[in-house]
């Protein structure tokens, strides 16, 4: 009887060199962000503004998340070897370029994004923005190859795969706007309104980019659940929909100038409906899990 320990270690012994590699650099990605929170914190900095510590802190937090959860979903389709370490080798490349600029812009205490202040600082704000790119050409590969190349996996993995690229297409997208806002208003001299214009959108950017993790993640807790596919497949279905209601409402707060944690009545209610159904689905997940765990050791 297979625990999830045990599937959770075969996600390792059973990748491929260019999967491994991006979950050795998540890790370290991950744990630079760890370390800048705990400076930031240790020092009493301020978490806003385009200096603050909060930027490589967030930056190598997300990015080792994300950086592992693509590597990790993409391994379910079927793409061809040279074509998949392609994709996978720009997405590693560009989220550590993206995370190690970050840091060192802060580090130097001028602003990584929107900063032409000198030839220096253009290059690395235009690195930046190309690095963004090459992770929206790569995630709209992945995307394309969850729609037409899942090969034989479940249905409920499939529409997970389907519903955490597109959101992670959603998130990326938002992301582009930002920079583009920013970047038009720092070249037009107003580089305050840059970093305050293109900040409204992060909470749409931050809610969007974890899909990719959190439906694969569901499906693949379920398949411990003793029930059948199809209960599998809806209840993946149910949590895909709920995490398109809370991104859709946190998007039109974005867009609104709404901070999620002052929305209005109704909006807060649709996002704690989304919030419990999926907290509901992952709780039945986890469930599942444990108790095929807990009948392992029994056996």
């Known amino acids: 009887m297979t625990t999830s320990r045990g599937a959770v270690r075969s996600i390792w012994d059973e990748g491929r060199w260019v999967e491994r590699v991006a979950y050795v650099l998540a890790a370290v990605l991950f744990a630079s962000g760890v370390v800048h929170l705990g400076v930031l914190v240790v020092s009493g900095g301020s978490w806003e503004g385009p200096l603050s510590l909060r930027k490589p802190t967030t930056f190598g937090l997300s990015f080792g998340v994300t950086l592992a959860s693509v590597a990790w979903a ?5 793409v061809r070897s ?12 560009a989220s550590v370029v993206e995370t190690v600029l970050v840091s060192m812009q802060a580090w130097r205490g001028v602003p990584s994004h929107f900063n032409f202040e000198t030839g220096f600082d253009n290059a ?8 963004g790119g090459v992770i929206i050409l790569v995630a709209v590969g992945f995307a394309a190859a969850a729609v037409v190349g899942v090969g ?16 992670l297409l959603v998130a990326l997208g938002a992301g582009a706007v930002m920079i583009a806002t920013g970047v038009v208003e720092a070249r037009g001299g107003n580089p ?14 931050f809610v969007a ?17 003793n029930g059948s596919e199809r209960r599998r497949t809806a209840i993946v ?17 974005s867009a609104t100038g709404v901070s999620p944690l002052a929305a209005p009545p109704l909006q807060t209610s649709f996002s704690v409906a989304a919030l419990v159904v999926l907290l509901g689905c992952g709780g039945f997940a986890m469930g599942g899990a444990l108790h095929r765990d807990g009948a392992a050791v029994r056996a």
């Open 74 to 78: 993409t391994s379910y389709l079927t």
């Open 209 to 225: 980019m974890h899909g990719i993790l959190v439906l694969p993640g569901l499906a693949w807790l379920l398949r411990f659940d």
């Open 192 to 205: 305050q309104l840059a970093y305050d214009t293109a900040g409204a959108l992060k909470p749409l950017h």
């Open 124 to 131: 690395v704000s235009m690195t930046l923005a190309a690095g």
């Open 82 to 93: 040279r074509v998949r370490n392609l994709l996978l080798g720009l997405f590693i490349a």
């Open 237 to 253: 279905g149910v949590g895909a929909i709920a995490y398109a209601v809370l991104t859709a409402v946190v998007g039109v707060e």
């Open 152 to 167: 034989a996996i479940t249905p409920s993995m499939r529409v997970a795969l389907r519903a955490g690229f597109g959101l």
